[in-house]
């Protein structure tokens, strides 16, 4: 139940415990949900629980896809100083570009985004994540045979931190080749595992909160036949055990969404009604930058009552 995810963050703030020195026997965990630009949402979310000051609060951080980059700057303490990576339009527009599709080169430059943007325009502190106690669970599909990988155990340094963000952001033909990491090769976290709600419970969760980029009205559909048509190639390429998988989104969606549901302790926080349809590959500064303060707005008002005498900075 919501109360009780609630609880439990009011009493580990009130105690200032920290991951190692609990007083209690839970394992809370964060799961941040993917989808490219409409992490937009998500980004906003990790920024109140900034300001909130609540991540000690958290035993785990899971991340797919967006969610992982998202979870990252979270752990590292700099969710909000840089949230305006997500309207600044040199950072987006080299990031996200369609017309590189015409010469056969990633839309998506998930290279460029974490080893350029985040090593010399807005570097990450990648330290301070391999140091976080609070532990990081980037999660990644593996192309061989499409389940859904936490990639914590493969993360030693900051080179593997590094490629296990690209990842868990590989998206199929955008982002270009598949991702390898000793000697397995990965794609996407949001093929097999939009919210990593799957992998958060084999890690014997007790109590889960949910970023969520998409809304209550928003569903999942199937791949249309022009979709297709367009990647059938690319994953009998280069991720033939990734394809089904692809295929059974809608299904592995729905599981998520009836897990999420069944849990007995989960809080999830979603966009609200009426918000923005944010798109894939989205690079216009207005409709991100709101999009992430309307995330950042919803986790306020969800989470804000677990100091009811905190004063929250201004976005």
């Known amino acids: 139940m ?9 009493d580990r703030k009130k105690q200032g ?3 190692g020195q609990r007083g209690d026997d ?7 949900e993917g989808g490219s630009s409409r992490g937009a949402y998500s980004s906003g979310m990790t920024i109140a629980i900034e300001q909130l000051g609540l991540l000690p609060m958290f035993d785990a951080v899971y991340g797919s896809s967006a969610g992982a980059l998202n979870a990252a700057w979270l752990l590292c303490g700099r969710a909000e100083s840089t949230k305006h990576a997500w309207w600044d339009p040199i950072v987006m527009r080299t990031t ?4 590189r599709a015409l010469s056969r080169r990633p839309v998506v430059d998930t290279r460029f985004l974490i080893h350029t943007v985040y090593t010399e325009i807005m570097p990450m502190g990648f330290q301070e994540i391999l ?3 609070v532990e990081f669970h980037p999660v990644a599909t593996d192309a061989r045979t499409g389940r859904a990988v936490d990639l914590h155990d493969q993360i030693r340094d900051q080179a593997s931190l590094q490629a296990a ?4 952001t590989a998206m199929p033909l955008l982002a270009g080749e598949p991702v390898e990491i000793d000697g397995r090769t990965y794609v996407d976290a949001g093929l097999s595992e939009a919210v990593p709600v799957r992998t958060a419970l084999a890690g014997q969760a007790t109590h889960i909160v949910a970023l969520r980029t998409r809304r209550t009205d928003e569903t999942s559909s199937a791949p249309s036949r022009g979709e297709r048509l367009l990647l059938s190639r690319w994953f009998a390429r280069r991720a033939p055990g990734a394809a089904d998988t692809w295929l059974r989104r809608a299904t592995l969606r729905a599981e998520e969404e009836r897990l999420l549901a069944a849990h007995p302790a989960t809080l999830q926080i979603r966009p609200p009604i009426g918000s923005a349809n944010i798109g894939r590959t989205e690079r216009r500064p207005d409709p991100l930058r709101a999009a992430v303060e309307t995330g950042r707005q919803a986790a306020l008002n969800a989470l804000g009552c677990t100091d009811d005498a905190m004063t929250v900075a201004p976005g």
């Open 2 to 10: 919501t109360a009780s995810v609630l609880q439990l963050l009011r």
């Open 17 to 19: 415990s920290t991951p």
């Open 26 to 32: 839970a394992r809370l965990v964060l799961l941040i």
């Open 96 to 99: 996200i570009d369609p017309r």
């Open 131 to 133: 140091d976080s106690t």
């Open 165 to 168: 963000l690209r990842a868990s």
